[in-house]
Structure formats: C-alpha cells, structure tokens
C-alpha cells in the first residue's frame, strides 16, 4: 500500500519561511515524477512545484517562482519544498504525489496523481 507523509507546515508571519517534507513508502518514489499541489477551503487543487522524470527539471507556478524551491532526496525517498517570502496567499493545505507515467503537460494537472497524502496546513499571517 503506497502512503504519502507530509509534514513542515505551521503558522508564519508574512515573509517567513517553512520546509515541507513529503515522504513515500514505495522506492519508486525515487524515480518518478512528483508534485506538491494546494488546496485553498471549497476549491480544487492547484499545481506549485514539480519535478518532471524524464528531463530531470523542475517546474514552477507564476506565483512561486522565486520564493519556493523544490528538491528531493532519494535515499530517504522524500521530496521537499522550501517555501520563502511567505504571503498571506499562500496559507493552504499543501499535497504531494507521484507517478512515474506522466507526460510533461500532465505534470500540473491533480487529476493524473492518484495516491495522496493528508496535506500539511500552512498558515501565513499578515
């Protein structure tokens, strides 16, 4: 059975910062694409960071880039993402997953991950 841990979040004032940890059971974690998503209250998640498989490159939304990074370990089979500048707007639950089938395009897209991991809330206060 695959389970996704994440872990790192909390409560920051805006301009901090916090690191997100998600951590897979399964070794083929390590090899496969992975994106950390968003979910803000009665909407659909939304794409942050990606690593794409195939070209071995990272991915970013508008809104992030710059102040979030992503990375990963694969001995510890974990993905990270650094998140700096925090805004008000960026207080959600934030998710990982995986899957070593993605296209590029479907990198961004929720609906081609299928595991999911119960999120960890991110706060940021004005």
């Known amino acids: 059975q695959v389970q996704l841990v994440e872990s790192g979040g909390g409560l920051v004032q805006a301009g901090g910062s916090l690191r997100l940890s998600c951590v897979a059971s399964v070794r083929s974690f390590s090899t496969s694409s992975v994106g950390w998503f968003r979910q803000y209250p009665g909407k659909e998640r939304e794409f942050v960071a990606g690593?794409?498989?195939?070209?071995?490159?990272?991915y970013y939304d508008d809104s992030v880039k710059g102040r979030f990074t992503i990375s990963r370990d694969n001995a510890k089979n974990s993905v990270f993402l650094q998140l700096n500048s925090l805004k008000p707007e960026d207080t959600a639950v934030y998710y990982c997953d995986f899957d070593q089938r993605l296209i590029l395009t479907s990198l961004r897209l929720p609906a081609q991950y299928a595991y999911w991991g119960q999120g960890t809330q991110v706060t940021v206060s004005p």
């Open positions: 690593f794409f498989r195939n070209n071995g490159r990272t």
